[in-house]
């Protein structure tokens, strides 16, 4: 069974050659020495790191998986350890201030770091996954003590961290949380309830585990705007054990390595974070972030299917392809045979097309924190806020399609364990689901984000890429003309959802995806420009245009015609 | 948690009401006497034992599944007694010969059946599932010596039987196969050899199990022209036991209700079926009526998932939905989202038109049995060789990506095991393997079926179903159309062919699609005109028209440019 091996060349491909960011990235005051040579050394470094000690695990991680011993989580074999170098190689820190104990890093190599993280050990990976956001959430918005007592130990991954929201009666609608925190003569908070769905909840990883605690103070208002957030520490600054504990862990399709915790507060000890009632402010900076990670997740654990589905295709020998027949083999290899070249090629042209978009992305994370422009820092803002749900919603969607085409590249024996590629099918599945699942994407996308100020947003971003083509080439032109098919489909909507509120809830997830396919289709003219014009990038990007592009024109005629029908409904008679 | 229960009225509306299946079947000589009323009574009673008997051990099947132990498989707690009463039912001999000791019902009948019992629980569905074939095999291609021993003890499901067709080097490449059977005094043969991916090689719901293996004799030319078929009991003609062997079971992605066995034969001993060097042929009886009940798997497994996800929908209550908000409770039902809506109806109109075309197909299987009309049989065995693939692969993908929509409508909750739901997707991911992968249905279509005659064979099945239609209704001129640009696309098609040979191995999975979305647009015109007018039938048709309906163009499409290509190549500079 093939382990995921990260291939930093294909991300410079991506990163350097196309996006040129190691010169955006080190145009940014706190950047001003991460030059080309610190960056590729890093990956490098990443890269084998991550093949070497993250990959290993990650099968016993599924078929031993975590088990509750006693109200405490034991982590499958080689997870302690594995964890133990990720923060020895000072890994968790990567892009934590340095005044933190970071590394100071940008964004986007944090990013890479956790696309391969993911790819290799997803269940591994969901521990940290959730570092990066509560060291911001303490940042912004902790008292001094608590970001004496918590920062570091959670900017080095000394201390891991969860988000605890959902409650049984309520999933994604967080209006509906009703744990309680009550306020103490000594400034703390008495935090009683249940939570469910808590990743990381209790785990053998770390001595302390740092709860962040959506929930509701005595005279709060009722629904979303009546939470507060309070940090409830597994063991109190004293050392001794808070009343905060593992309850049971779910039995899941997949994601085994990852304790999936039913969470008890039994008037917990904890501290607030932020502003009474601005609880849902604090956790959605952490929200925001998480979302572009899933997005990489999907690329990640797609990139792993496809490895093991190329391996496998060139290893495998099954029946005659069409062509003149090679002598000697009684068999052509699977790889030879159309139907499995198409599948291959698509993931391929979905994770590259879908790289270069997250990475920029990434990049324009570090561009809004830290460029010195405010209308720079604005619309790299706007690209996040945009771009973030279109990602998360399509890559992972295209994660779990996309593994299980690759495990069609296997037959019958994609079906049994022995190559490891239905795990990544099962693991996969939940990425469509957490962070917001992508029927909430779509809806973030369309209703709050581009339809508000009727488009406006949106059309300046599709200009902003439209500008970055060339005209003169036929490819280009041809994203071009899609853009502004997109942006005139975009204005159309605007219009019709004024005179019908319901329409964007109906057309959200086509429109998300017509989004995607012309963001793709801008990404792969780039990179069909600019990456070495070798079969490498040149059969994925054939099969984008074959089989994936035609995609945006079934969208578009979709959301057209719902807009029209609203039309045709209101005109006068 | 909701376990399956078949509704026979929404199957007489498709049999009965539209397709008027009745009267076409109690016209054929050996159905005289089965008149609607027998076939209602039918149904009614199989939907009943089915729900009661069948679908309660499914969970166990699942999580405990089946176990070897010491050389014996032990399947799930609670699926020895159901098959017993499934036995005791008679259910196994639905439509087997009376003088076999069957119903002698018709084919489309024991099609509904099966489409019921897999939706209610497809592990344990499995075992019973190769009955009908090795029946037919047997019966067709026997001896009478084995037709005496074994027919009615298949055909009534006292015993049960296996295919044992692929080994570990060869897997949809049959020409590979090397298990070898040499001939004794006695005529009998001396089977040796391994075998994998065996379901039900080994289990503990019948005394004896009958295998029939594909092997090779001493002197047969290679590749697949050099296959015979023998049968191998686990138990001999005088009780004693075979050598014949479970070594393994595997770890599979799901289906754990059904032990698949990796086999060992060390000289069993057989007989021959058929001729020598001829299995291949006996096999496939067994094959194609095989792909028409996959068809019918995948159908009732994406009905299992819509049943859940429909009464999960409209019991749990989740955030606002767009329009006016009704007094009362505090967020409205899952249901009344319009994203929810969407994965519901689609699912729905999925699996009312696929019924349409299984129904229709299966009903064609006992018209090109027993019409006295050669010419009527001919046309319903061209119907069956031409739609029967595109059912297999078509059905069995929409019921792992249809069941998938019907997990995200539980959110979280859908990827813990708590609601059942994510076992039906990782059940339901095998049917796109399983006899013969959906690469190998589309090429089987593409390029042994329409191709070969040019695609007349096609044309006149696509003007058969045109000619059903109403040209004077709005609905079924737009279906007509499509027929035609459908026939148009075939004739270009084999044109191009004629000149790119590999080109047709290159579209024949776009081709499928074409056929199956143009199949459903006629069974959506058909059920929109005949089915009762009410929200039941016309929810699915408008999502069939909205969101199914626009992959035909874009399927049409990529096929068409890929024939240009060809043409553009070839055309003189």
Chains 1, 2 share one sequence.
């Not at 990602?391 to 779990?400: D, G, M, R, S, V």
Request: net charge negative; hydrophobic share 45%; proline share 6%.
């Amino acid at each position: 069974m093939t382990t995921y091996r990260p291939r930093p060349d294909d991300v410079r491909v991506l990163l350097n050659t196309v996006l040129d960011a190691p010169a955006r990235l080190s145009a940014l005051a706190p950047f001003a020495e991460v030059d080309e040579a610190l960056q590729a050394q890093v990956l490098d470094e990443a890269g084998k790191f991550v093949a070497e000690v993250i990959a290993p695990p990650n099968r016993d991680g599924d078929e031993i998986g975590c088990r509750l011993v006693d109200g405490e989580v034991r982590t499958p074999p080689g997870f302690r350890a594995a964890y133990r170098a990720f923060v020895d190689g000072g890994w968790p820190a990567l892009s934590a201030a340095p005044e933190d104990g970071g590394q100071g890093l940008p964004a986007v190599l944090e990013a890479v770091l956790y696309e391969w993280l993911s790819a290799a050990n997803h269940g591994l990976t969901m521990a940290p996954g959730l570092l990066h956001g509560a060291y911001e959430c303490i940042r912004h918005h902790g008292s001094d003590e608590l970001k004496r007592q918590y920062l570091s130990k959670i900017a080095t991954g000394e201390w891991l961290a969860t988000m605890c929201l959902t409650e049984a009666h309520a999933g994604s609608d967080l209006g509906q949380v009703r744990t309680r925190a009550t306020a103490q003569a000594d400034g703390s908070f008495r935090v009683a309830g249940g939570k469910i769905f808590i990743s990381g909840g209790e785990h053998d990883l770390t001595d302390n585990i740092v709860h962040l605690v959506l929930c509701r103070l005595p005279d709060a208002p009722a629904g979303p705007k009546g939470l507060s957030l309070v940090l409830v520490p597994k063991r109190l600054p004293d050392g001794t054990r808070n009343a905060v504990l593992c309850e049971r862990i779910e039995e899941k399709m997949g994601l085994h390595g990852s304790p999936t915790c039913v969470m008890r507060f039994d008037d917990a000890t904890g501290w607030l974070i932020g502003e009474p009632n601005r609880g849902l402010a604090a956790m959605f900076v952490m929200m925001n972030a998480a979302r572009l990670h899933v997005a990489l997740q999907g690329l990640g654990l797609l990139d792993a299917a496809w490895q093991k589905a190329d391996a496998y295709a060139h290893e495998r020998r099954q029946m005659r392809a069409p062509g003149p027949a090679p002598g000697g083999e009684a068999a052509d290899l699977v790889a030879e045979h159309p139907a499995i070249r198409r599948i291959l090629d698509t993931q391929r042209a979905w994770v590259d097309g879908g790289r270069l978009i997250a990475y920029r992305t990434a990049v324009q994370l570090d561009v809004a924190r830290h460029d010195a422009d405010p209308k720079v820092r604005e619309r790299a803002q706007r690209w996040c806020a945009l771009v973030t749900p279109v990602l998360k919603a399509a890559c992972t969607q295209q994660a779990f399609h996309g593994a299980s085409e690759c495990l069609q590249v296997f037959g019958g024996h994609g079906y049994v364990r022995e190559w490891g590629i239905e795990q990544v099918v099962r693991d996969a599945r939940v990425t469509m689901i957490y962070e917001g699942t992508n029927e909430i994407q779509a809806i973030d996308l369309l209703v709050r984000k581009v339809l508000p100020d009727g488009g406006a947003g949106m059309s300046a971003l599709l200009v902003e890429v439209r500008d970055e083509l060339d005209a003169a080439r036929d490819i280009d032109a041809d994203v071009q003309r899609r853009l502004a098919q997109l942006r005139y489909l975009t204005t159309t909507l605007a219009m019709a959802a004024a005179a019908e509120p319901a329409l964007p809830y109906e057309v959200a997830d086509d429109y998300l995806r017509v989004v995607m396919i012309a963001l793709l289709a801008w990404a792969w003219a780039r990179i069909g420009r600019e990456a070495p014009q070798d079969a490498r990038w040149a059969a994925p990007e054939a099969a984008f245009r074959r089989w994936v592009l035609p995609e945006f024109e079934m969208r578009l005629g979709i959301v057209k015609r719902a807009c029209e029908a609203v039309t045709a409904q209101r005109a006068p008679a």
